[in-house]
Each structure stands twice: as C-alpha cells, then as structure tokens.
C-alpha cells in the first residue's frame, strides 16, 4: 500500500529498529504511534519524529488495547502495524553451577517476544478487518520481527530462539486466516543490528559478531531494518513469508 496519509502502530518504537522504523514511516508521510513500555522514551522519540508516543505493555491484553484505542483516536484506524517491541537475555538451561534456568525467565521471554507480539497482531487485526478495502482489496499489513537466532540459536538463547520460532511458526497461519480480509502478515528475521539491544554487550563481543558477517562485515543499520519494513508495507505480493535480513550470516554454535 501507499504510506501517506495511513496510521502506523510500531511497538518498541521507542529504540532501535522500531524507532529507525517509525522515522522511515513519519518520513513517507505515514501518521506513527509509537507504542513502549518506556514511556518517556517513547514520546520523546515521537515528538522528535512528529509521532505520538504511547505507553503501552504488549504483553498486558488491556494495556495493549488501550493504546491501540488512543492511537486510533488521534489518528484514525492503523492499516500498518510493525512489532519491534522485544527484549534478550542470554542464559543457559543448565548453568554453569549446576542450577537450572530459572522458569520465570524463559517465560517473561517468550512472553514478551511471542505472546506480545501475538498480542498486538490480534488487536489490530480485528480492528483492520472492518475497514475499507484499498487496491486489491488490502486491508493492512502487519509485519513480525523473529531473528536468525530462531534457526541457528547458540548456546545461551534457549528462551530467546524459541520465542522467535514461534514467530516464525506464527506468521504463515497468520497470513492464512487474515488473508480473507486483504490483511498480509510478513516477518522479518534480522542478523545482528547496531541497537541498544547489542550496544550493552562489550566492544569485543560486538566486534566477534560483526566479523561473523560474511558481506557486509559488520553490524547491520537499524535503517536497513526500516527499509525492508517499508518495502513490505509498499510490495503486495510479499505475504506469508519470514525474510532474513544478516548479510549471510549463519551463528555457530556458540
Ligand atoms: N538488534 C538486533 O541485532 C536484533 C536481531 C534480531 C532480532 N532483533 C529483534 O528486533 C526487535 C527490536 O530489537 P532492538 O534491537 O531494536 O531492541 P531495543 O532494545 O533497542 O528496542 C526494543 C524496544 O522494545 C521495548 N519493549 C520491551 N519490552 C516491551 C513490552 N513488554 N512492551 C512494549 N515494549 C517493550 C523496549 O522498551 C525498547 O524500546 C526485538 O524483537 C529483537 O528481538 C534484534
């Protein structure tokens, strides 16, 4: 579809790809709400952009459905929706100690990452079904952030790979059902970007990751992230599908 004039949702538009993401969208003229559990960050990214920054917890049902409420009151119904909302944390299933993995962690992340990002598509799904259709009868798109880690995880991303396999396992049956209503599904499985997300790791490791990447060596430009993001938004034929997005990387085991 055509980006001006439409409403966006980005959630986690507060940092990293999703605010490289609402600031390509604000750029094309698309009217962007950033939605964060950081708040604060959140408006002060949207009133950097000209967007409207809203708090809202993707892994909370009411929380989730109020901002996508107060979103479509300040700028109408979204028919583009692009979940960045996501956080990391590496930890083994067995430590090193001999404890296992505390459940709550492998829970809170795939709460987060899968069930949050389930949240939000099932909210504005229902709110896209109703609209008019536009060319082709599309409805709107929604576009699912997974990661390489959900095909080659390493050690220490048992609870991170797993929550982006279920994107990856969501986004077909995803397109199926909505296809009916001309709303696409599409995710994007990024490499290793330059974003907070990896800048709290030390110099070195970033360095190790960066060399990994076979062209281009280094780490990925959340820009290159909003790119795509925007191409899938314009392409109507991209459907379905989960591209990666890692200048061929492939993680080794550890
Ligand atoms: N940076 C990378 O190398 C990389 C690689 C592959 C996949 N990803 C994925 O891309 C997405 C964006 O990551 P990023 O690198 O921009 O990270 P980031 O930490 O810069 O941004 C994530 C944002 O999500 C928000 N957030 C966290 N929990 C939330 C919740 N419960 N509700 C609403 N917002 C919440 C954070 O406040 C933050 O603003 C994540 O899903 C991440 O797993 C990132």
Do not use: W
């Amino acid at each position: 579809m055509e980006l001006a004039g439409h409403a966006a949702l980005i959630s986690g538009g507060a940092s990293g790809l999703g605010r490289a993401t609402a600031a390509a969208l604000a750029g094309a003229g698309t009217k962007v709400a950033l939605l964060d559990v950081n708040a604060a960050a959140a408006e002060a990214a949207a009133n950097e952009l000209g967007g409207v920054g809203l708090a809202c917890d993707v892994t909370d049902a009411a929380s989730t459905e109020r901002a996508v409420a107060a979103a479509r009151a300040r700028h109408g119904p979204a028919r583009i929706v692009v979940n960045c909302a996501g956080i990391g944390r590496a930890a083994r299933i067995v430590e090193r100690d001999g404890k296992p993995m505390p459940l709550a962690q492998f829970k809170q992340v795939v709460e987060v990452n899968l069930i949050g990002s389930f949240n939000l598509l099932r909210v504005a799904a229902a709110e896209m079904s109703v609209l008019d259709p536009l060319d082709d009868g599309e409805r709107g798109v929604i576009i699912l952030t997974a990661s390489v880690a959900a095909y080659d995880g390493q050690i220490g991303q048992a609870a991170y790979s797993a929550s982006k396999g279920g994107i990856v396992g969501l986004t077909l049956p995803a397109a199926r059902e909505l296809a009916r209503h001309g709303v696409r599904v599409v995710a994007i499985a990024p490499g290793v970007f330059a974003t907070p997300m990896l800048s709290g790791l030390p110099q070195a490791a970033q360095d190790s990751l960066a060399a990994g990447v076979p062209f281009p060596q280094r780490l990925g430009r959340p820009e290159e992230y909003a790119a795509l993001a925007l191409h899938i938004c314009r392409n109507r034929m991209l459907n379905g599908e989960v591209i990666r997005l890692d200048g061929a990387l492939r993680m080794p085991p550890r």
